[in-house]
């Protein structure tokens, strides 16, 4: 009802929701990362595709990501607009040659200049795809135990779980204390004028903020008396074996990055030039 | 030939904010396998001597100590939170903001992962206490979704699958109905028995605590032990009361009929009563004096729902729906029922919270029309957990919040935020943070800071949860007061006494439904509906079955009409 | 209780603070008036954060809070502005050494020094790693990323200097003296 919209998991039965956290982890930092290096728009397309099949395989509905994907639309475009006119040159620049297409002084449109908006905009679909894969299909609790198995500290990857887990909690509250300040009487309407807006928000995310504050203290008690951070490793409760597929995927990601590397060595560098 | 496991010697401690100790030369020894009852008045140091025996005191909690606290033998001035985790288990006295884990198994799991075993002796222990105590279905759910009582259970076994020699509980009963507490109660003891713990209990509810065997019961007030003693010989004194503590119901009915109890060996239980003849004439007799209060009829309707109802989510079980009724403007209503049942869901779809799938009118007006703002000039509702409503940092501002809103004069707001708040027993707290408040006081600030508003119709969701005796007869004598005046006032409660000397009218919830509107009285004679909406006879009723009186509801009936001839008195 | 590296309690600060972050970066940025401008709350709370627990947990809030929330709500992150926030946090919180909010001190010249340190984080944080790392990672254009750098630094810098010095202030004030409750 609170048009709360947060991406989270939905439980599901596709093959991807099936692989082991850890997996998914590990192809998506992998992935991501050599889709962030590489400016290789055939190893990008390539990528985009293979991550929108990845979603229809999960099953994955339009309207469970739509607000996410039309607001990435637009600020995909906005960006773009702004690379363009802060430096409409920066793709002759970068490819070191200039074919002209629309000529218009400052404004001048170059093919190379396109080429590269291209290669921005492919990114964008390259990665959100794979992660919107998976925070909808990724136990939250077992992510925190599979980023404890690529080598995090337990420690630290208990903070990520704690996060996760009090994100609903926290979120809860917020409406609550919202809900039992206006039934105090403090009216929270939009239309009211700035200080009045700051001093109505300022009356939710104070006591949101302090009682939190409190929290941390209770927490780490019971924490404590429950015996966290005694030892210096931890089981996991939610962790689950690695299986062949898990294998097989983690593999596929390795291959991808190496790829990468080929094509660094190919194309002598971060971009694939066509112009040459 | 016991060595104590748990040892006070003149202890001593001040909070560090504090200008008096709370803790006054306590000496307290408990020996291994015993099982306490540590009973005393809202803010009188109960929790204080619980932190004590887990190390929060002084690891957590800083303050000056004076004497010396031995735990297992280890003095807690020098062992740590650690060292002593493995000794003491607990279960804090907040037991809403104890969850640690996102869903109910890795909580119950939480302390086996830090102790490194397999993740198959962790599921197979997380197995067997979540059977044992029912919480099987509710494995995968997040805490957020649980229910005040669902969530103490799932804490409750997060403890027990550590088997600590000492097992400490502050207050396990205080969200969980009435039958479900019984069966807590029933297995603490069997759990005690199997791993022959120590077993120190805090509850406010003394009469349920000893519905199994106790062996002592430490009383405290204002810091100090007052006595210490087998409950049997407890009983016998007249101390629980006068430090606001309730005694035992049966014990009272006895005392009210003239039976002398210094007669009686063993009063710790009603199976334990002897069975007297005269005894059962003496109740007989005085059952037929009292005579019942007159009633108030023609009442026009205030609050009218239809086909009320709210699903949280696709998955959930019983979501709460077709709630179909109508309070009358000056009725006093219970709303009773299992964890989970909706009770509070119920409140939240009246305030506006959550959305509603039927219809609710107020008077003639449609709520769904209603901020809930606008609601809540009309409707005040105090909230199961105290954390959600406090935004202030002082008492008084908390209390004053509402009128300040409402543009009331400062002077006005004095008067009356300082009256509520005497009402409420925190007068004399009314400079303090509240910060420095024990659990029930917290909960009384937020009643204080909706009772000061008067609004037409006021909703509590178990405001007696955590009180002591005195406080809550209090708080209820004034709610009784308002009803006079004709404000119309909504109780959620697990109190099954509550229920029948306070309100005049039961809404009994089960698994989502409205299973019974109807007198109190009625709805606990109802064998089934006790069963299906977890509720419980009071001691009265077991009371008089025990002396084979005529109609033992008629004796609970003249039992509430005594206590409220002598309030009226 | 030997404890090596992080304590429980910074671990449940940084988780905690994390949540806290999400949900204060996705509901509360109040609009200004002025288009695409908004008073964000994320940054004084991370400023109050980071000096009541320290430099560790401000940087780490910073990083998961801002890697989380934008992931929850774009699908998607910009990693040297991430950087960017996790070093904001991490200066702070270096600074809260000077600080004695616990024992509910906050004067006017501490009030002072906070915000030019905050002044300063942000022009670190904001235009020079941010921008420099946008440059580096994501090949963008120099003078399009500085101007988005100056832009954050100045409303942040705002941000904090109004509602983060009220945080802090309440928060001192929330601490009670020693010895000095007494019922009457
Ligand atoms: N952290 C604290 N700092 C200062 N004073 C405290 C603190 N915790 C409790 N006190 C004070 O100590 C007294 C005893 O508190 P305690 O929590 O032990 O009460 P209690 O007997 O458990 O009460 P309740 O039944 O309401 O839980 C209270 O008056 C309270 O104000
Ligand atoms: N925010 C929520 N999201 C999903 N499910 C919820 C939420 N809050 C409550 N529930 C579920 O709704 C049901 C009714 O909960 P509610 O809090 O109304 O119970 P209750 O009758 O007040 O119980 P108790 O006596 O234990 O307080 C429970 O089964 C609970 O698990
Ligand atoms: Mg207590
Ligand atoms: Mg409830």
């Not at chain 1, 099936?18 to 590489?38: D, G, P, Q, R």
């Not at chain 3, 702070?92 to 906070?114: A, N, P, W």
């Not at chain 3, 409303?155 to 020693?178: C, E, P, R």
Request: charged content about 20%; overall charge neutral; proline content about 4%.
């Amino acid at each position: 009802m609170h048009d709360d919209k947060i991406l989270g998991y939905q439980p599901g039965n596709s093959f991807i929701h099936h692989l082991n956290a850890t997996t998914k982890l590990i192809f998506l930092i992998l992935v991501s990362i050599a889709c962030m290096v590489t400016y290789d728009t055939r190893f990008l397309a390539v990528i985009c595709l293979f991550s929108l099949i990845c979603l229809k395989i999960a099953g994955i509905k339009w309207k469970q990501v739509s607000f996410v994907v039309n607001f990435i639309i637009v600020f995909a475009i906005i960006n773009i607009i702004a690379v363009f006119i802060f430096q409409p040159t920066y793709g002759q620049d970068l490819y070191q040659t200039k074919h002209v297409l629309i000529s218009a002084g400052y404004f001048t449109v170059t093919q190379e200049e396109l080429f590269y908006l291209l290669n921005v905009i492919l990114k964008y679909i390259c990665s959100i795809p794979l992660v919107l894969l998976f925070l909808l299909t990724t136990n939250p609790s077992q992510f925190a135990s599979s980023l404890n198995k690529i080598g995090v500290s337990y420690k630290i990857a208990y903070a990520v779980s704690l996060a996760l887990r009090y994100i609903p909690t926290v979120q809860t509250d917020y409406w609550e204390i919202s809900a039992a300040q206006q039934a105090r009487g403090n009216e929270l309407s939009k239309k009211a004028h700035l200080v009045k807006r700051i001093k109505g928000t300022l009356n939710i995310v104070m006591p949101l903020i302090f009682s939190s504050l409190d929290r941390i203290d209770i927490i780490s008690t019971a924490m404590q008396l429950r015996r966290f951070g005694s030892k210096k490793k931890r089981t996991w409760y939610v962790y689950e074996p690695f299986q062949l597929k898990d294998y097989l995927v983690t593999a596929l990601a390795f291959i991808l990055v190496l790829v990468v590397v080929v094509l660094w060595h190919v194309n002598s560098g971060r971009f694939f030039n066509p112009f040459r | 030939m016991n060595k104590p496991i748990i040892q006070f010697k003149d202890f001593s401690f001040k909070y560090d904010s504090q200008a008096d100790p709370t803790l006054k030369h306590i000496n307290l020894e408990i020996n291994p396998g015993e099982k306490i009852l540590l009973a005393g008045p809202s803010g009188s140091g109960k929790s204080t001597i619980g932190r004590c025996l887990n190390g929060l005191i002084p690891n957590v909690d800083h303050g000056e100590l004076k004497g010396t606290c031995l735990v297992n033998g280890k003095d807690i001035t020098k062992a740590s939170l650690f060292d002593l985790s493995f000794t003491t288990s607990t279960i804090l006295q907040d037991s809403d903001s104890q969850f640690i884990g996102m869903t109910v198994g890795e909580d119950i799991a939480f302390s086996l992962e830090n102790d490194c075993f397999t993740r198959e002796t962790i599921h197979q222990n997380v197995d067997r206490w979540a059977t044992e105590l029912k919480l099987k279905d509710l494995l995968k759910q997040a805490p957020q979704t649980l229910s005040g009582g669902q969530k103490q259970m799932v804490v409750l076994a997060g403890v027990l699958v550590d088997e600590s020699p000492i097992l400490l509980f502050d207050e396990p009963l205080a969200n969980l109905d009435p039958a479900t507490g019984l069966k807590t109660i029933q297995l603490i003891d069997q759990i005690q028995k199997e791993v022959n713990a120590t077993v120190i209990i805090i509850e406010h509810r003394v009469e349920e605590v000893l519905a199994r065997h106790v062996d002592r019961i430490v009383l405290i007030s204002d810091g100090e032990i007052i006595a210490d003693k087998a409950p049997n010989a407890l009983l016998h004194q007249d101390l629980l009361e006068s430090v606001g503590v309730r005694s035992p119901l049966y014990i009272k009915a006895l005392e009210k009929a003239g039976v002398d109890l210094k007669q009686l060996p063993d009063i710790s239980s009603i199976d334990a009563l002897p069975e007297e003849k005269n005894i059962a004439e003496k109740l007989q007799s005085w059952e037929n004096k009292q005579v019942p209060p007159k009633q108030k009829t023609e009442k026009q309707p205030l609050l009218t729902l239809k086909n009320v109802g709210h699903r949280y989510n696709k998955l959930q079980k019983h979501p709460l729906h077709d709630v179909n009724l109508t309070i009358n403007q000056g009725d006093f209503v219970s709303i009773v029922g299992q964890n989970g049942a909706g009770k509070t869901t119920l409140c939240r779809i009246i305030c506006g919270f959550i959305e509603n799938e039927g219809q609710a009118f107020f008077k003639d007006q449609n709520l769904a029309d209603l901020s809930i703002k606008e609601r809540a000039e009309k409707i005040g509702y105090v909230m199961q957990d105290p954390n959600q409503m406090i935004s202030q940092k002082m008492i008084f501002d908390e209390v004053a919040l509402g009128l300040r809103l409402r543009n009331v004069p400062e002077e006005e707001i004095k008067d009356r935020v300082y009256q509520t708040l005497k009402v409420c027993g925190l007068y004399a707290f009314r400079k303090w943070p509240i910060s420095a408040l024990s659990f029930g006081q917290k909960k009384r600030v937020t009643i204080a800071s909706i009772l000061v508003l008067e609004p037409e119709l006021i909703i509590l969701d178990e405001p007696t949860a955590g009180q002591d005796w005195k406080t809550y007869t209090d708080i209820m004598n004034f709610l009784r007061e308002l009803n006079q005046r004709d404000k119309t006032i909504m109780i959620v409660t697990h109190d099954m006494h509550l229920m029948l000397e306070y309100s005049k009218r039961s809404l009994a919830f089960a698994n989502g439904q409205l299973i019974a509107d109807t007198k109190p009285i009625d709805l606990l004679t109802n064998a089934d509906l006790v069963k299906e909406a977890s509720l419980k006879q009071t001691s009265l009723f077991e009371l008089a079955k025990h002396y084979n009186l005529t109609d033992p509801n008629a004796f609970v009936q003249a039992y509430i009409d005594s206590e409220e001839a002598s309030q009226h008195a | 209780m030997n404890q090596k590296g992080l304590s429980v309690k910074s671990v449940v600060a940084i988780g905690i603070g994390t949540a806290i972050y999400v949900i204060l970066a996705r509901f509360t940025s109040i609009p200004t008036g002025i288009p695409n401008t908004n008073i964000e709350i994320v940054y004084p709370f991370l400023a109050l954060l980071a000096t009541i627990y320290g430099p560790i947990v401000g940087f780490s809030v910073g990083f998961i809070g801002h890697a989380l929330s934008d992931f929850l709500m774009y699908g998607q992150t910009w990693w040297s502005w991430v950087l960017a926030t996790a070093i904001l946090g991490l200066i702070i919180g270096l600074y809260s050494r000077k600080l004695d909010l616990e024992h509910g001190v906050f004067t006017g010249k501490q009030m002072f020094f906070f915000n030019l340190i905050q002044l300063i984080a942000n022009l670190i944080s904001y235009v020079v790693i941010a921008p420099i790392g946008d440059i580096l990672i994501y090949s963008e254009p120099a003078n399009k990323v500085f101007l988005q750098g100056v832009t954050a630094t100045a409303t942040d810098f705002i941000a904090i200097l109004i509602l983060g010095t009220i945080l802090l202030k309440a928060y001192a004030a929330t601490k009670v003296k020693k010895g000095s409750l007494h019922k009457d």
